[in-house]
């Protein structure tokens, strides 16, 4: 590395010592100003542009009537929001959606955090193993999705077929497991969820692993410390940090799930997953409503925004750049 | 000290640690072919559904090995339905989101590092606050605004919209990237003569080149996953990515699911492409 860098020095030298008039637009570039200008404000315009522009857009649209067929858009204030509130259905979806982000980052940063312990330890195929665990994290939701709702099929399902060939259930009794008993489908769901989002945290983890330095280890194993109270004394330490990052983001990311929800129950999911994301679609795409999953949409945001100020509040990411 | 000192179980000490070595040795090799096993299975009956014959996947007790090929579903998604159609879509969201994400990330990283900025710590909260925007938030009001505006249902609006989901992290990225990068590379080109900006796309960005990788992996990726996105904002099934238009292959009386798992195959086949680029660098996508 060092030496090509070099070399770029030198080419970069020879180039300009014969070209040194060759071009003013350069010139104007380098501009401590311009430069700073051009390379920052692109992004941070199409930052406001696509992601803070849809929140007060979020604001404001959920404060009128907006049917999807038509362009009028009629002021009704806080009509929509007086409305969500009166709605059970409202209330179930936050309700499941709390138990859904509850139990599946739970287990996420329980499973994940497995993975990457396996990950790290010195085994034989390790190489051909970790591209092996680490990719369910790249496979598209709904790729997975569609995976999911063929291995849950009724009859056929790879799951039913499993249970019936180890003897737990007969075929004549094969599991519904996203059209009949509601905590059956959201516990079906929770557990598949698992096969893609642990391994996020799995990543994560095993990152901040390999960051700890081996000489604590052999330290420790002279002073005759066990697996177990190396675990604790020197792992859980240095990997707390990053299990609470993981908590808080898995959680509010599997509160606002939608894609893996919809695929795998076929857009028609059981009113115990029908989460505030699905319930915001519904409402917004199939009853036309636009304003009110507005609605829903502003209060995922507030529920983001809570979250997000847990988050700079204690884990203070963005102390990690330098600022001087 | 001839003599070893005896542990618990009647054994010897060594002995006692040697035993107690292997069940560990034992206890995580169980565990990792249970997690190897677990991870390995989704994708081995997708690809088994795939190219086992239409008659064999109704067996109960179902074939867990395949007994008999079959190419005819691959086939038939090929050349009788719209998915080359949604496959070529994907690849157009995909370099577009490319395109714009690492375009913007890599000088914005770059700025961020090199230039000084009153309220920079609070530009870094900013972003990661957008970091942790879900699609679902963002397509909802996205949706109303790119209707007045004309842009929903085009390639444009929805790779606008992808591009949000991912500028953050990738933004985040490249900044932590260039602060690796020590400026005196740059200085020492500066001070042969070199222009400023000269400096940064011959040393600092030849010298970031794995992050601009994992960044530039990350976005396509993004593209290739989308699906709330394009589900809200492409109305038009022509302009329909693979991730919708898997769902062509439901029909009102029937699923054809070896035709679904015979497409989700084929769209798995840029996922290793992508687990290939970025194996190496799990460190700088782990933000």
Known sequence: ?324 | MSTERSGPLGLSETQFYKLKDRIIWAFISLATAVAVVAIVTPPYWMLNSSLSPFSLLRNIPAQWFPVQYTFEHYASVLFSSQYPRFYINSIILSLGVLIVVTTLSTLAGYGLTRFDFRQKRNFARMILFGYMFPPILLSIPMFVIWKDIGIHNTYIGAILAISATRLPLCIWIMWQFFQTVPYSLEESAQMAGASRFRAFYEIALPVSKPGVIAVATLAVQGGWNAFTIPKIILIDQKLWPITLGLQSFIKSSTILWPQIMAAVTMGMVPVLLFLYLLHGNWETISV
């Open chain 1, 1 to 324: 590395m060092a030496s090509s860098t070099r070399d770029g020095v030198e080419t970069v030298a020879s180039k300009v010592v014969g070209q040194s008039r060759r071009e003013s637009l350069e010139e104007f570039l380098s501009d401590r100003k311009i430069m700073a200008f051009i390379t920052v404000v692109p992004a941070t315009l199409m930052f406001a542009l696509i992601v803070a522009a849809p929140i007060v857009w979020s604001v404001v649209a959920s404060l009128h009537s907006i049917n999807a067929l038509s362009p009028a858009w009629e002021f009704v204030g806080l009509g929509n929001y007086v409305e969500l509130i009166g709605e059970t259905r409202f209330w179930e979806s936050f309700g499941y959606n709390l138990v859904w982000a509850f139990s599946t980052s739970v287990l996420n940063t329980v499973l994940g955090t497995a993975v990457a312990l396996l990950l790290n330890q010195n085994f034989r195929f390790k190489r051909i193993l970790t591209p092996v665990m680490l990719f369910p994290y790249l496979v598209p939701s709904a790729f997975f999705g569609y995976i999911v709702m063929w291995i849950t099929t009724q009859q056929w399902g790879l799951l039913n077929q499993l249970l019936i060939a180890s003897g737990l259930i007969t075929s004549e009794n094969v599991v519904a497991w996203f059209t009949g008993d509601p905590w059956t489908a959201m516990a079906t769901l929770v557990g598949v969820h698992n096969w893609k989002f642990s391994i996020f945290v799995a990543i994560l983890v095993y990152a901040k692993l390999q960051g700890i330095p081996d000489d604590l280890y052999e330290a420790a194993i002279m002073s005759g410390a066990t697996k177990y109270q190396q675990f604790r004394d020197i792992t859980l330490p240095y990997i707390k940090n990053v299990l609470f990052i993981t908590v808080l983001l898995r959680g509010l990311w599997n509160f606002n799930m939608f894609d893996l929800i919809w695929v795998a129950t076929n857009g028609n999911p059981i009113d115990s997953l029908i989460t505030l994301p699905v319930y915001a679609y519904k409402i917004g795409f199939q009853f036309q409503e636009l304003g009110k999953s507005n609605a829903v949409a502003t209060t995922l945001f507030v529920v983001l925004s809570v979250v997000g100020i847990i988050y700079f509040k204690t884990a203070k990411p963005s102390q990690e750049v330098r600022v001087e």
